[in-house]
């Protein structure tokens, strides 16, 4: 099998780190030195596993995007850089015809959507890419699209805790929220309760001080209006390893949908990838 060559955006976050380790080391990968990074990065280089990136800037990605693709004509882009730059991201991997996977959550998610299906190559795009949660909601979204209003009158409490340098609110925690709406449940997104507070995540929630930097656990709490009943769903992820080898199937995905265009669609999700269609 020939190798993919894949671009992984967002070094030196500690999620770009924990993709390029594992991808630097799998045999069905070929990594480019380069990585997409924010004007606040002070560092110009990288090294993993010997492996030295060079970091690109905004300010000079047009440049350097010219010298890669001369040396990488086709490649796919990963990107776990900040929710700021998803939507300028998003556009400047659809002007260089680059295909991606946005492992980014945050932006403005109906922009993000429009502008890879009007763009001529494809991308995979999800608030979440480990496999399993991404089932879990699958399964939530057959539950509200079946049985709609099931929870009406249930109260929802949402409470999601994310290592101290998440800047917004969990992609995945959202996305559960319109299912519950579906459900019948009165809840607004806004109303999601962030826990970014490493303390009060050791000492309330006891989370592992070993993945107090990388973390996610949700809580969703559904209880009757007399009080009669009460559902809780909940997934708590230590640690990066899980989000992995989603991004790795999702790469796999897109190369297949490269190597066999679908001249209807460009824009895919994580559940796509997951039915392999």
Avoid: C
Wanted: neutral net charge; aromatic residues 10%.
């Amino acid at each position: 099998m020939e190798k993919i060559n894949i671009m992984i955006n967002g070094l030196p976050g500690n999620v770009a780190k924990k993709m390029a380790r594992f991808a630097v080391s799998d045999e069905k990968f070929n990594v480019i030195p380069f990585s997409l990074t924010g004007l606040d990065i002070e560092e110009k280089t990288v090294v993993i596993d010997n492996v030295t990136f060079e970091l690109v800037k905004p300010d000079s990605r047009d440049i350097k995007t010219t010298h890669i693709k001369s040396v990488y004509p086709s490649f796919i882009s990963i990107d776990y850089t900040h929710p700021n730059a998803v939507n300028a991201n998003a556009l400047y991997y659809v002007k260089n015809k680059i295909p991606f996977i946005m492992g980014t959550t945050g932006g403005d998610r109906k922009q993000l959507e429009e502008t890879v299906k009007n763009a001529s190559t494809p991308a995979v795009i999800a608030p979440n890419m480990a496999k399993q949660i991404v089932g879990f909601q699958a399964m939530m979204e057959y539950a509200a699209d079946t049985f709609p209003g099931l929870f009406k009158g249930y109260t929802l409490q949402v409470v999601e805790s994310h290592q101290k340098g998440k800047a917004d609110t969990s992609g995945t925690a959202r996305a559960m929220v319109n299912y519950f709406n579906k459900l019948g449940v009165d809840f607004d997104v806004d109303h999601i309760k962030m826990i970014r507070d490493p303390e009060i995540q050791e000492k309330e929630w006891n989370i592992p001080r070993e993945h107090l930097g990388g973390h996610g656990w949700h809580t969703y709490t559904l209880t009757a209006e007399d009080g009669s009943a009460l559902f809780e769903f909940k997934h708590n992820i230590n640690g990066r390893d899980i989000y992995v080898s989603g991004t790795f199937d999702a790469v796999l995905f897109l190369k297949d949908k490269l190597d066999n265009p679908d001249k209807t669609r460009k824009l895919y999700t994580m559940i796509d990838v997951l039915n392999g269609k």
